[in-house]
């Protein structure tokens, strides 16, 4: 497997993503129902940061279609876990 490519690595961390949350700073120090609620809140928040992410989404999702279209095929490196670069590839 080759190297993860640093400059990804480097835009990905400093995404609010990626940063800790002061609302949820103290989780292992609240009872139970008040973890679950502010799980619950946290998540209730994706949608509406989902809707203005909308057209940077239609973007990449266009261009995909347009590469695998052209005959190119998806590929994904994982890094502990998740998705850390993406990128098209001429079909073997």
């Known amino acids: 497997m080759s ?6 690595f480097d835009e990905v961390k400093g995404l ?5 949350n002061p609302r949820t700073m103290e989780l292992d120090r609240l009872p139970t129902r008040a973890v679950l609620e ?11 940061v989902v809707r ?12 995909a279609y347009a ?7 998806k590929t994904s ?3 502990t876990g998740e998705c850390f670069s993406s ?3 001429p079909a073997e």
């Open 16 to 20: 609010a993503t990626e940063q800790r």
């Open 77 to 79: 490196r994982w890094v």
């Open 87 to 89: 990128e098209t590839q």
């Open 52 to 63: 203005g992410e909308i057209p940077h989404i239609e973007q990449a999702v266009e261009l």
């Open 38 to 48: 502010r799980i619950n809140d946290e998540d209730r928040t994706v949608a509406d």
């Open 67 to 73: 590469a695998i279209s052209a005959g190119g095929r």
């Open 3 to 8: 190297a993860p490519n640093r400059k990804v």
